[in-house]
């Protein structure tokens, strides 16, 4: 059963919210994360993302910048930037765009339910990675952006969510992208107990998105488990859940630099062993519109692929599109074995459009590019309760969760 529970938030001085809330570190490359955080000294990017505050030579050292990181939020807070609740919380955190409402419960989930399967993953974690996220904790003894979780709907958590959201906000701002971003905090004790006691009737919590921090955050607990007692704020993360049918997925479209030292026509010869191949004449990007169907962008001419028979590959997991792709063209006609390390490979969210896939293969230099079908929220829970995990990169969530609006400290 999934264990919630409110912890005593740090979070923005009211009247500042939207100068320090910022898109998750990860969207920003270092070059835009210094240009959107130059002129603006609350942004959060200079605690999520402090490589905006070292030079060249301290960025090349990362232990500099989980200092500078700590540093930051030591000051954010000495400043009254940040502010800490004086009681342990929850909140309801609502996103709105483009006529698309997803409301989630921002809680902390117990570590104890990750190692137990309670909170299920989909996606494998690269080391690297992991580790980096480890040390942010390690150093600023907080966890800093929530890791994005999602439920089956549930009717009673729906309506005691309600009856939260008819109150006055906490923080009620529009920011990026025109995605308005609304904070209620719940500081009834009754109110917690409720939301407690219905989370307690969920038998299974999936990430949506987050694995490593999630990753990090257990490793941390365990380290320190080591020498304390489990009890402690270390031994939970911090979260916003949302139910399911509030989510919106969009595919993760892949383009890769060449053909793997093929010609065009013997690419797509080796192609048609395995899909139907339409070229698309009119020049108008193709968007997959069902399963095991594929646009292929192709040194600037866009075809239409189809999976040529009704093949099942044995599991969830390998009869997804993003796995058919992979295991079909991407790793034996294109040479990508490991989409996570392979330089070739690049990627980006379907919610910006096939303009901007097309745009990307020219600017850059890409040779062939590909557009999917999205995956549903149920392809992601069949592969979590299989046990099984998606090809990296397959799965982008939208409208993205601020970071800074709240940080659990541990």
Not at 102 to 109: D, E, K, L, M, N
Not at 218 to 245: A, H, I, R, T, W
Request: net charge negative.
């Amino acid at each position: 059963m999934a264990a919630i529970k409110p912890f005593a938030a740090v979070r923005p001085i009211k009247g500042k919210e939207k100068q320090i809330a910022s898109l998750p570190y990860d969207v920003y490359s270092n070059d835009e994360a210094v240009c959107e955080a130059k002129d603006n000294p609350y942004s959060f990017l200079h605690i999520g993302k402090a490589e905006v505050d070292t030079t060249p030579a301290d960025a090349a050292d990362e232990n500099a910048v989980f200092e500078k990181a700590a540093e930051n939020l030591k000051k954010f807070i000495s400043d009254g930037i940040l502010v800490r609740e004086n009681k342990p919380c929850l909140y309801i955190y609502r996103l709105e765009k483009n006529g698309h409402t997803q409301t989630g419960i921002v809680s902390c989930v117990s570590l104890d339910d990750y190692r137990n399967g309670i909170i299920k993953k989909h996606e494998l974690t690269r080391t690297k990675k992991v580790i980096e996220r480890y040390n942010y904790i390690k150093y600023c003894k907080a966890q800093t952006g929530p890791i994005y979780l999602t439920y089956r709907p549930n009717e009673k958590i729906r309506q005691k969510t309600e009856e939260i959201t008819s109150s006055s906000p906490l923080y009620d701002f529009v920011s990026y992208e025109n995605v308005r971003h609304t904070v209620w905090k719940v500081e009834n004790s009754q109110s917690i107990a409720d939301f407690a006691e219905l989370f307690s009737a969920v038998n299974s919590v999936y990430i949506a998105d987050g694995h490593h921090r999630m990753e990090a955050a257990e490793k941390y607990s365990s380290k320190v488990q080591s020498f304390q007692n489990s009890g402690g704020e270390f031994n939970y993360c911090m979260s916003v859940l949302f139910p399911s049918d509030e989510l919106r997925v969009y595919e993760y479209n892949r383009l890769i630099k060449d053909l793997n030292g093929l010609d065009t026509d013997a690419f797509l010869q080796k192609l048609s062993e395995k899909f139907y191949i339409m070229p698309k004449n009119d020049g108008i990007p193709f968007r997959p519109f069902m399963p095991r169907q594929f646009g292929m962008l192709l040194f600037g001419k866009w075809y239409m692929l189809t999976l040529a028979d009704d093949t099942e590959y044995g599991s969830v997991v390998k009869n997804l599109d993003v796995s058919i792709l992979q295991n079909e063209i991407l790793a034996p006609l294109l040479g990508i074995d490991d989409p996570q390390t392979n330089e070739r490979i690049s990627f980006i969210s379907g919610s910006k459009g096939l303009d901007a896939l097309e745009k990307t293969a020219l600017v850059e230099n890409y040779g062939i590019a590909f557009s999917l079908y999205p995956p549903s929220v149920d392809d992601i829970f069949s592969a979590a309760d299989s046990g099984e995990t998606v090809p990296p990169k397959s799965t982008w969530f939208e409208p993205k969760l601020l970071s800074g609006l709240f940080v659990h400290e541990i």
